[in-house]
């Protein structure tokens, strides 16, 4: 992993040629793609040892006027790893719903509002203890919210997005896909940290 720069959360904003200056960061740590009842068991028991997870989705990308998926994925990331989450596997519904629910546990993300909404119409659950980071950030009257943004003003990496329009949907993920959902979820528990340690989420 590059070494970040000099992250500079006291400005407001970050241009694009600020942002493409920086290093590119992907997450490098342990991935567990859960699809085993010993990896949920495994999974669930991290989880619920935690007080704060990386949380997000991704859906196949619909490229037709009127076409629309459901999240085939959910990435956690935990301080010892980042868990992948096929949904078509039905039984990791009730892990994540669990950690959705847990009032112990905050689940930092962002733009997490379509994300809970869709994965809503996979399985039922009634979240608490949401973070979005997105929302934390304007306000206190940041100018931007999206996480890559935010990765920038406040860790000084840049995230790669090369993945975003995949086939979440494959029946087998690629190693791009699998180190790209990783690291949004980890660097979004990572922004919760730095967001804490600054004293933005009071």
């Known amino acids: 992993m ?3 720069s000099t992250p500079h959360p006291s400005a407001r904003a970050i241009s694009r040629e600020s942002l493409n200056t920086l290093p590119v960061c992907r997450y490098e740590g342990p991935i567990t793609f859960v699809d085993t009842p010993q990896k949920l068991y495994d999974a669930l028991t991290d989880i619920r040892g935690e007080r704060v997870t990386g949380f997000d ?16 994925i959910a990435q956690v990331a935990t301080a010892n790893t980042v868990y992948i989450f096929p949904l078509g596997y039905p ?21 997490l509002a379509y994300d809970l909404r869709t994965l ?5 659950f009634n979240e608490k203890k949401i973070v979005d980071l997105g929302v934390v950030a304007k306000r206190h009257d940041y100018a931007q919210s999206g996480v890559r943004n935010l990765a920038g003003l406040f860790l000084g990496y840049r995230i790669p997005k090369g993945a975003k329009t995949t086939n979440w949907a494959a029946s087998k993920l690629t190693p ?3 180190a790209y959902a990783a690291t949004d979820a980890w ?6 940290l730095k967001f804490e340690s600054a004293g933005l989420l009071g």
């Open 176 to 178: 791009a896909q699998i």
């Open 120 to 124: 809503k119409q996979v399985f039922a």
């Open 57 to 72: 989705t991704e859906t196949r990308p619909a490229f037709r006027k009127g076409e629309s998926y459901l999240p085939s």
């Open 2 to 4: 590059n070494e970040p």
């Open 187 to 192: 660097i979004c528990r990572e922004l919760y």
């Open 91 to 111: 039984d990791t519904h009730g892990v994540i719903a669990e950690m959705l629910e847990a009032p112990a546990i905050a689940k930092a993300g962002v733009a």
